[in-house]
């Protein structure tokens, strides 16, 4: 056994060792909600409005060697999955570290022999932090969690039982709803008809998807006046500003909008410098990030580059932008996957990485290097998923 992560209950994160409950621990702590519940061989059967619910409850504990010590999980045993099957049946981890209790619900699809269901540090802190008690996302394989707070583990049973939906905090649900508007198929020369129609001030830049998502943010924020209170888009930066897109104005953080290629082995963010200067004043970052699956344009005929060039020399008078200029790095379309909102705070920034830039343009310093999340890394930094359909 060895030390790993743990959570406490005021919300920070340790290094002790695993705590595992007896199954008679388990039954005095169901019984705190449930009096007259029933342990049968591998299930704690419970009543609530005249139903019997199953609860099928293993520990929450480290994943074991040699995976980092944020990757936790419960097993999950080859015989229980006729049981998950039946009518009003939990998958349910109990996670227990000195006064802190906090139970998951995980995602009953059907399993293999040997195997486990997952959750991460940054899962069990964000229930820690929740106002509300319970923190929800879907993680990289497309499962649910939900993890709660002891204290509400009764009353979310029962709203799950009901088919009730976990609400997500305010600047969660601004992000959802502007994903929802957002058409999954973008074309680069639509996309920059649209923003030279808007006369948008990055209407010419190279990268346009990452571009027109913010085009796309600040019409609808723009349109949702509700939201005004709640994160604004920073347009204008001063001199010596932190480069951050985000400022969430009600909860005080900041944060970065951001486009991603599904193909890439690791998530960007801004220099190493920003970032650490951000953390000492903020204590979190987000990026929300829009990963979509891209088509380049050289293998569409240079289409998006020639309009592109050809636009600039029509409206910006330009004579020597050549039609083909910069085709091999131009995106020609691309496909939205999916969403994510990564957050990094004072726990999880230990699991960066830099990214080196190399030298500047003109052959001189060294450029900042920037942060990067790998991928393999990247459920101890995501609070919210959203697949498109």
Known sequence: MKKVEQITRSGKIISEFDTVLSKEEIVSLLRSFFPDVIHQKNRFIVSIGGRNINLFIKNITYLGHPHLSFKKRIQVPFDWRDGLEEENSFLVGVYTHRDNTLFVFFDKKRRGKNSSAHVYSIDLLKAVESTTGVFEKIDKNGNAIIVCQKEIFSSLLKKLIENGRVEYSEEISLFENFFATIDPKWEGISAYREMIDANFKNRFQSEWPGWYLEFNFENFLRSHKKYKKICRYVQKKKVGDLDFDLEFIKNKFIGDLKTHSNSSEAILGNDKRSVTKAMKTYKKIWYVTFVFSYRMDKNFDCEVSKFWNSEQNRILGYKKKEEGSYCGKMKHDGE??????????????????????????????????????????????????????
């Open 336 to 389: 939205l996957v999916s969403i994510y909102i990564l957050e990094i705070n004072e726990f999880n920034m230990k699991y960066l990485s830099d990214f080196n830039q190399g030298k500047q343009q003109n052959g001189g310093a060294s450029r900042e290097p920037k942060i990067k999340i790998n991928k393999k890394l990247i459920d101890n930094f995501v609070i919210f998923r959203k697949l498109k359909v």
